[in-house]
């Protein structure tokens, strides 16, 4: 098949020249249906070519900027700045209690309602105590049980004289092992004696307790003055069956009498009717009252002691042992009667701190337990409100106790309210390899806004007055900023006519509140940067057109 060699530069324009020329008139060429398509695409891609050289390549020529569409012109002005941290967050109350019953109970008083404000200490329910009050006083007794037990274990530990005497004999010796009822020591009291002595009874019924008497020793015939102590009421038979009734006489020993002795006596002219023996006033087998070894023997046989006097001291590692028993029963009695005395507390229940009763579930007559009951009433100090900020690990030294907080709420628009770093944690959260420090910031004037509302927060960390400022998205790399040259912006100056017309201008950057940014040098106010127009804020001053 024939084919047609098409010269490889024909353009679409060159082949629409053609087409305009007088036609001559030439044997008719008939190009087969696969050549006319060929033809047609071609000059499709010559178009595409074309515009692609006016739109992307040549601009770039005169400085690398991109095509004029991407631009639009503003002006370098003065503004008022914010610079901060900003964040969500949801606002709590500064404190809140959910109130629990500790004990189970019919509630007696619930003098409240929700809505009231209650000071803390103030009574919100009081329960019926009186099973906890009953368990004191078991609680009581169970203490004084135990006390008195280890004091007489401790006191038995000491063997005393029951009374005044003469030791006559010591039973043990150091070292014994000695148990209840062992006998220790006997002691009698020989210094003063007694005799009973019968008196007919007609005669005695006239003798008076604290007479005089002589009493008359038998053998050496020796009298000793002596005091009547007791006359009996009782008539008894005497020898040859006369009537008599006794009447004991109190003498004090010259130091030769005993109880073997015996003597008769006379009261006044009234003489006694038989005689009898001297009595001790005194004599005892003192025995242990307690278990243990004998460790200290402090008497011996002719020691004259006094009532109470230590004769023997037990110790040893079983006196010590029942000794510590005693000790820890004693104290797990005390432990029970404050667990009791605390738990009576329970059933009086106050506000645990000052607020307002958001919530109250129980009322007068109803049963609670410690198990089953949920909160009784739910109180929220709404003096403040605070909310829980994250802060970035980049951010953290910005931020400061005190700052001011601008805060805002989608549920109350147009208002915005001002809160305080409360504090900064510095127990970070580690996500991915990012950490985050929360930041407690607190409201004290947060009019409408109400606890669980979601926020959010920006933290001023500097305010700056009328500093030169231009949208923070027309600086690029290094710190550096188009500026339109000669020819750049439309005659009216509020479009970009042809950005290959610009240049750059290095600046000094100072705070940025993520919208503006300060220029410190390189620009004066009224001069015209070039913003990409994807990233231009509210351009002023200059215009907003974006040339398309």
Sequence with gaps: METMQTPAKETAAELAQAEQRPKKKFPTLRLPPKRKKWIRRTAILAVIAL?????????????????MGQYVPDTVQRR???????????VTPIDSYYLKPLVTGEVLEAPFEVGDKVEKGQLLYRLDARDAEMGIQQA????????????????????????????????????DLVSPGTPIAEIADTSTLTVTLPFHSVEAQSLKVGQNAQVTIAGTMETLPGTVESVSSADLVGNGGALVRQVKIRVSNPGALTAASSATAT??????????????????????????????????????????????????????????????????????????????????????ISGTVIEKNVKAGDNVNSIESGSLAVIYDLSYLKLEMNISELDLNKIQ????????????????????????????????????????????????????????????????????SIPASAVQRGDT???????????????VADPSRSAEQTVTLGGSDGEYVEITSGLNEGDTVLVPAQGAAGAGGGGSAVVS
């Design 51 to 67: 515009g692609a050289y006016l739109f992307f390549i040549r601009p770039g020529q005169g400085g690398g900027a991109p095509a």
């Design 267 to 352: 009261v006044g002219d009234i003489a006694c009717a038989g005689s009898a023996n001297f009595q001790e006033a005194l004599r005892q087998t003192v025995v242990a009252q307690a278990s243990g070894e004998a460790t200290d023997i402090h008497v011996t046989a002719g020691s004259k002691v006094s009532a109470g006097s230590a004769l023997v001291s037990l110790g040893g590692t079983a006196a010590r042992s029942s000794l510590e028993d005693m000790s820890i029963a004693l104290e797990n009695a005390k432990l029970s009667l404050q667990r009791a005395q605390d738990a009576l507390e329970n059933y009086t229940i106050t506000a645990p």
């Design 80 to 90: 008022d700045l914010t610079v901060g941290v900003s964040g969500t967050g949801t």
């Design 481 to 495: 900023v188009l500026v339109p040259l000669e020819g750049c912006l439309s005659p009216d100056g509020t479009s």
């Design 401 to 468: 106790e005190g700052q001011a907080v601008d805060i805002t709420a989608d549920a109350i628009p147009g208002q915005v309210f001002t809160g305080r770093v409360d504090r900064v944690s510095i127990n970070g959260t580690t996500t991915n390899g990012f950490t985050t420090y929360p930041a407690t910031i607190l409201l004290e004037d947060y009019g409408g806004l109400n606890p669980g509302m979601n926020v959010s927060a920006d933290i001023v960390v500097e305010r700056m007055k009328n500093v030169l």
């Design 140 to 175: 009581e007794l169970s203490v004084r049980q135990a006390q008195k037990s280890y004091d007489d274990l401790a006191s038995n530990l000491t063997v005393r004289a029951g009374g005044a005497g003469v030791v006559q004999q010591v039973l043990v010796q150091k070292g």
